[in-house]
């Protein structure tokens, strides 16, 4: 059990700390990233909720709240950036199309075992992980 607690510790930091360090560099510069995202069909007025979404999701799965949404959330902005951004036709963007599904694999894997026993949702009672 500690085991699988620790791995699902490393895994949610992890996993978390790619949606965390990048919002949080898109702070530095909102317009541009609004300009990239306008680029690719999405209206720039996003940038905001997107960097918030990005530096918030990113908290709630290290720390481990509200896990299971978290991490379905960050999973499928992962799906939905791999195909708005990272067309798998172009093979200079197919690494980053697979990367991001692979990480929707691993948020995917995260909302279904749920945080682990050293997390705010264990502290808050909203339970660790499918029953074996």
């Known amino acids: 059990m500690t085991l699988q607690n620790s791995g699902l510790l490393v895994a949610r930091i992890l996993l ?7 919002g949080w560099g898109k702070l530095a510069d909102v317009q541009g ?3 990239y995202m306008a680029s690719g069909g999405v209206p720039a007025f996003l940038a905001w ?6 530096i918030l999701g990113g908290l709630a799965l290290i720390l481990g709240l509200l896990t299971r949404p978290a991490a379905l959330a960050l999973g499928l902005f992962s799906v939905a950036t791999a195909v ?4 798998p036709a172009d093979p200079a963007q197919m690494t980053n199309f697979l990367k991001n599904m692979a990480l929707a694999g691993g948020y995917l894997a995260i909302a279904i075992t749920g945080a682990g026993a050293w997390s705010v949702d264990r502290r808050l009672g ?4 499918v029953p074996a």
């Open 84 to 87: 708005m951004f990272h067309s």
């Open 49 to 54: 909720p997107v960097v918030l979404f990005e």
């Open 33 to 35: 990233f609004a300009g």
């Open 126 to 129: 909203w339970g660790t992980a």
């Open 16 to 22: 978390g700390l790619l949606f965390l360090v990048a």
